[in-house]
């Protein structure tokens, strides 16, 4: 039997192929690494810039801007005396009071002005306006009634008190929200509103606030 030889074969196109593929990717690996390390560095460029840009962002809103007019210091003067005398107000209800109510309305009188004492010492010194630091004489005689009560006595007192006294301030921050110029009188005003309403709300949850007290603050109101 004849023995046939096999010749060999010749390189074939797909080995062409896939060197060729081979090639083109290596060459996209490297334009991309290269495009990636040129993006990082703009990026970290743009980076750079952002600190600044932010902290404008954060920065206050507004500031100490606007004319102070006679009312808007009429105002800050009673809202520091609100707090001088209903922060002592709160303290001797939860040692002269008999019901949970009061106390916990006195906590309110005490948390809510001890912020609101703050916050008016603060824009008083950044207006330059100055407050007093003692209560009206007839606030002082108030908390004078007060220490002298005791129990249920104290109770309705207290709410008589304190809730005609919130009345009237609350028409007064109205005003004053609504008319102000000034950027520091009108968040305080703001604040003060949010606080006194949480200070009445808490004050008629004790069931003790009068129709006398309402006619009272009413009787206020400028017709």
Request: glycine share 6%.
């Amino acid at each position: 039997m004849t023995s046939h030889a096999r010749s060999p074969r010749p390189t074939s196109n797909r080995g062409r192929l896939i060197a060729a593929a081979l090639a083109l990717t290596t060459v996209i690996a490297a334009v991309s690494v290269w495009l990636w390390q040129r993006n990082g560095s703009a990026d970290e460029s743009v980076s750079a810039d952002l600190p600044a840009a932010s902290a404008a962002l954060a920065g206050p809103r507004g500031g100490n801007t606007g004319t102070v007019t006679a009312l808007d210091k009429t105002f800050l003067t009673k809202v520091r005396q609100a707090g001088l005398w209903e922060m002592p107000a709160g303290r001797l209800a939860q040692t002269h009071a008999s019901s949970e109510a009061i106390k916990r309305a006195g906590m309110h009188l005490l948390e809510g002005h001890s912020k609101l004492d703050q916050l008016a010492r603060e824009d008083s010194e950044a207006l330059n306006v100055p407050i007093p630091d003692q209560a009206t004489a007839e606030q002082q005689g108030w908390v004078d009634q007060l220490k002298n009560a005791r129990g249920q006595a104290f109770d309705q007192l207290f709410v008589d008190l304190l809730r005609a006294s919130h009345g009237k301030i609350f028409i007064t921050i109205g005003e004053v929200r609504a008319t102000t110029k000034n950027s520091l009188i009108r968040r305080l005003a703001t604040q003060t509103n949010n606080t006194v309403q949480d200070h009445m709300d808490v004050l008629e949850d004790t069931g003790l606030v009068k129709d006398a007290t309402l006619d009272e603050v009413a009787s206020t109101i400028p017709k």
